[in-house]
């Protein structure tokens, strides 16, 4: 089993930044691949980025690509999500998920296996 903890979230003004960790517990997180997905009110949950296991690969939802940047400390069992430029539209619920062990990350929600419980970001205008 693995236990997901979401941190830092908070509100801010339009153009500020905020940096998501996600605390890892249990088994092999340095295997998994790890992502970030958000829920803004009235809407679906959508991808937002994903990391490898060994932090080579990531992946963007076009919105927050050059804004967003995803990266991972195997040592500590944590993956970050730095936010900067952020938007009144970045607002939402945001969740941390993982993937089974020495499986690839992706878009996908149902490639991930564990789930946080999820931090809430607001973005005034």
């Known amino acids: 089993q693995v236990q997901l903890v979401e941190s830092g979230g908070g509100s801010v003004q339009a153009g500020g930044s905020l940096r998501l960790s996600c605390a890892a517990s249990g088994r092999s997180f340095s295997s998994r691949a790890m992502g970030w997905f958000r829920q803004a009110p009235g809407k679906e949950r959508e991808f937002v980025a994903y990391?490898?296991?060994?932090?080579?690969?990531?992946d963007y939802v076009d919105s927050v690509k050059g804004r967003f940047s995803i990266s991972r400390d195997n040592a500590k069992n944590t993956v970050y999500l730095q936010m900067n430029s952020l938007k009144p539209e970045d607002t939402a619920v945001y969740y941390c998920?993982?993937?089974?062990?020495?499986?690839?990350?992706?878009?996908?929600?149902?490639?991930?296996?564990?789930w946080g419980q999820g931090t809430q970001v607001t973005v005034s205008s």
């Open positions: 990391i490898s296991w060994s932090g080579e690969k990531t």
């Open positions: 998920a993982a993937t089974p062990t020495s499986s690839g990350g992706n878009r996908l929600q149902n490639s991930y296996a564990y």
